[in-house]
């Protein structure tokens, strides 16, 4: 026999105000992201019509799209931006994991004082001045490498994911070592499959972190072919002629008003992550709530 709970009138009330809520708050945030891709496609002309407010656009354009892909500097600046995301999250993951794994067991000699020593540099940090001395001397300005190494390991992230090794059972390794399975045979084979969930969430960690590289990019870069994204989004919001950054002819962008190629850009610079991530939802919050069980 089954039971049915029956929610009293209270709790409908409770819940329609809870959905309510919830549901407002999502409209808040997804607004200013529609808001800036009807702009991009929305003809100049009816913007001003309508007071530079427009929700349902009569007709829609796609010239903002068609002027900064027909630019050589956007379609640069997002295969940068795909490379340091790609090529730095891998190694964030190798380096960290390679750094987490060891640490996650309790017999490694010096364990403690190596764990000290690294979360101190949470709370203290060379200083931005000597961390540019150190990029120059390596001779990493003006390399894509300026963005990936500097930040190659986050303390965070790796104490996350040595917590969540720590939580792994530890019958499945003394299994692996008795079927004469070294230490690094053991991660690649038997730990790495079953860190899939943390995996993906220090990876979104981390790449979202690249695709947003801004400061770096203005720091150790001067070399414009090298710019990421989102550093030449900052130079069109800067610049007052929006075709010498884009290096167009003027002629090009005379039609369009420069903050409706703007949106286009922030469209083009906000779309691919936000892609990724409906994949990795399903790891996300499972990671981090193994990942932080116990410290």
Request: proline share 6%; glycine share 6%.
């Amino acid at each position: 026999m089954s039971y049915v709970l029956k929610k009293s009138k209270a709790d409908r009330v409770v819940d329609a105000v809870l959905y309510t809520t919830m549901a407002l708050f999502s409209l808040s945030t997804l607004f200013p992201l529609y808001y800036v891709f009807i702009m991009s496609i929305t003809p100049f002309a009816e913007v001003l019509r309508n007071g530079g407010f427009v929700i349902i656009p009569e007709t829609l354009t796609w010239e903002a799209y068609k002027t900064i892909f027909g630019s050589p500097v956007v379609p640069q600046a997002l295969k940068v931006t795909v490379i340091i995301t790609v090529g730095g999250t891998f190694l964030n993951l190798l380096v960290t994991t390679l750094l987490a794994y060891p640490l996650s067991k309790k017999a490694l000699p010096g364990r403690n004082i190596i764990l000290m020593a690294i979360v101190f540099t949470m709370l203290f940090s060379g200083g931005l001045i000597p961390t540019y001395l150190v990029v120059r001397a390596t001779g990493l300005t003006n390399t894509l490498w300026a963005l990936m190494i500097p930040g190659l390991v986050s303390t965070f992230n790796m104490l996350i994911m040595k917590t969540y090794f720590q939580n792994l059972p530890e019958e499945v390794e003394e299994a692996a070592r008795v079927d004469g399975s070294g230490d690094i045979q053991t991660l690649v084979r038997i730990i790495l499959p079953l860190s899939l969930p943390i995996m993906a969430t220090l990876g979104l960690f981390y790449g979202v972190t690249h695709w947003n590289a801004y400061f770096g990019g203005i720091m150790y870069l001067t070399d414009k072919s090298l710019m990421p994204i989102q550093v030449v989004l900052r130079n069109m919001i800067q610049t007052p002629s929006v075709s010498s950054e884009l290096a167009v002819d003027a002629s090009l962008v005379q039609q369009l008003p420069p903050e409706t190629i703007k949106m286009a850009t922030v469209v083009v610079a906000i779309l691919p992550i936000l892609a990724v991530y409906p994949f990795l939802q399903k790891y996300f919050i499972k990671g981090m709530l193994i990942g932080a069980v116990k410290g």
